[in-house]
């Protein structure tokens, strides 16, 4: 789209410093004001009159339908005439651009500021804000400590860190020992040291994950590291620290390390464990075929 902006430049612009657009629609969970840039701005028609337009950045977000991330576009939103600075109460509706059947609604406010700033207000979004909890994560546990860790998802994406990391501790530290019996299994696929193997196996008697983990002393196999460093060891780190002792900013970001290592670990065991499978199966056909020869 082609756009007629009739706002002058400010030489303050470059000290001025707010979220992109994009950034916010993307990343900011409801409830939530933000000074953003690049948020709107003025058409002007042949007739002399003019339109205020709300920008419809191109986002990146999780499709249900693809099961993944993927581009959602829109059209830009005529929020008013060119009134200047009046706010505006709208919706903005997204698309998957890939499948076409998955859609996204903003419901926002906006008070317009110069040079396509504005203070912005998400009232919430349709379906929910934040990534959903991948189905291998949610097998680990059962029924009722599934739920809790949705519940903490939810409570992670309304920005009550307290309450996230709450409920992601509390399903953790219940599920120490299947955590513990996954990557055992790797460990005995993979035919590491029997060591790591015991170490791990007493770590599954400790009464608490934390504690676990400071009790081994082998390192883990290279399939299971995340860039290089311990999963459990990062978990750990996330999980030491107590409610009483941080702020719901630091619990929230402390719930959203526990989800993000969780979800990669749990993605590692899954790869490997298929991995071995696919492997030994192509070496059982290979050995069939040359004694068949």
């Not at 003025?42 to 999780?62: M, N, Q, T, W």
């Not at 035919?191 to 009464?207: F, G, I, P, R, Y």
Request: aromatic share 8%; glycine share 6%; with cysteine.
């Amino acid at each position: 789209m082609t756009m007629t902006d009739t706002t002058s430049k400010n030489p303050e612009h470059v000290q001025r410093t707010a979220m992109p657009f994009r950034t916010f629609l993307e990343g900011v969970h409801p409830s939530t004001m933000k000074e953003c840039a690049d948020v709107w701005y003025l058409k002007k028609y042949p007739s002399g009159a003019r339109s205020r337009f709300v920008l419809c950045p191109d986002i990146r977000l999780h499709c249900d339908k693809c099961d993944g991330e993927h581009w959602f576009r829109g059209d830009d939103v005529q929020i008013s005439g060119g009134e200047e600075n009046t706010p505006a109460q709208f919706f903005m509706t997204y698309t998957c651009s890939d499948c076409q059947r998955q859609s996204k609604l903003f419901s926002l406010h906006i008070a317009p500021q110069d040079e396509g700033y504005a203070s912005v207000y998400k009232f919430g979004e349709l379906p929910s804000f934040g990534i959903p909890v991948p189905n291998r994560v949610l097998k680990l546990f059962d029924g009722a400590d599934a739920e809790n860790f949705k519940k903490g998802r939810r409570c992670e994406s309304q920005g009550l860190g307290i309450g996230a990391f709450s409920y992601y501790r509390r399903v953790v530290e219940n599920h120490k020992n299947d955590i513990f019996d996954q990557i055992i299994k790797v460990c005995k696929k993979l035919n590491v040291a029997e060591d790591l193997v015991a170490e791990l196996e007493s770590a599954k008697e400790e009464t608490q994950f934390t504690r676990s983990i400071e009790s081994i002393r082998a390192a883990l196999p290279q399939g299971l590291l995340i860039d290089g460093h311990n999963p459990l060891t990062a978990l750990h780190s996330a999980l030491s620290g107590g409610l009483h002792n941080e702020s719901d900013a630091d619990c929230l970001a402390s719930a959203r390390d526990i989800r993000i290592v969780l979800a990669a670990l749990v993605e590692r065991i899954y790869l490997l464990k298929e991995d071995n499978s696919e492997l030994s199966s192509a070496v059982q056909r290979l050995i069939a075929k040359r004694v068949k020869d």
